[in-house]
């Protein structure tokens, strides 16, 4: 993933997205029960990734920690 991150948490529905890049034409993938990630259609490079039900997974509001399966390699 390449680019400018973007995150976005949506309260109602308990929704977090987490996006690098600019989107792109893409298609949804569920990798686990509730998690789901983003691919470009012609790259298959993942765009973002999104979680169901984030607050409950999450063990407090303060000190937020989800194991993510998926491997982000960031330039140093």
């Known amino acids: ?9 949506d309260e109602e529905g308990d929704f977090l997205e987490i996006s690098v890049g ?13 998690v789901f990630i983003r691919k470009d259609e012609k790259t298959e490079e993942i ?8 607050k409950k997974r999450a063990k407090t509001l303060q000190d937020i920690e989800v194991d993510v399966p998926v491997e982000i390699t960031l330039p140093s």
């Open 22 to 34: 600019k989107p792109t034409k893409s298609y949804a993938e569920e990798i686990q029960e509730g």
């Open 47 to 54: 765009k973002s990734i999104g979680i169901l039900s984030f």
């Open 1 to 9: 993933m390449k680019g400018p991150m973007r995150v976005y948490y």
